[in-house]
């Protein structure tokens, strides 16, 4: 139940080889900037890399900034 609240992992529960139940995460979680700077720290921590690969990662950022949705703030004030 952790995975599928924390990681957003869903499972099927089989029973004789039959799909019986579902658990999935309740609903999506929206990870916030400060989260996603924390994880993306503890993943790079020492690693290096190349000008190339950097330049090509930041490339790839840009791109996942650009997809990015913005904010719904149902309340107004």
């Known amino acids: 139940m952790n995975r599928a609240r924390y990681q957003g992992t869903?499972?099927?529960?089989?029973?004789?080889?039959?799909?019986?139940?579902?658990?999935?995460?309740?609903?999506?979680?929206v990870k916030?900037?400060?989260?996603?700077?924390a994880a993306f720290a503890k993943a790079v921590e020492g690693v290096h890399v190349g000008a190339e690969e950097a330049t090509s990662w930041l490339h790839d950022l840009e791109q996942a900034r650009g997809s990015l949705q913005p904010q719904v703030r149902?309340?107004?004030?």
């Open 10 to 29: 869903s499972f099927i529960l089989l029973r004789g080889g039959t799909p019986v139940a579902r658990i999935e995460p309740a609903e999506a979680q």
């Open 32 to 37: 916030r900037g400060r989260e996603l700077a």
């Open 74 to 77: 149902p309340w107004r004030f």
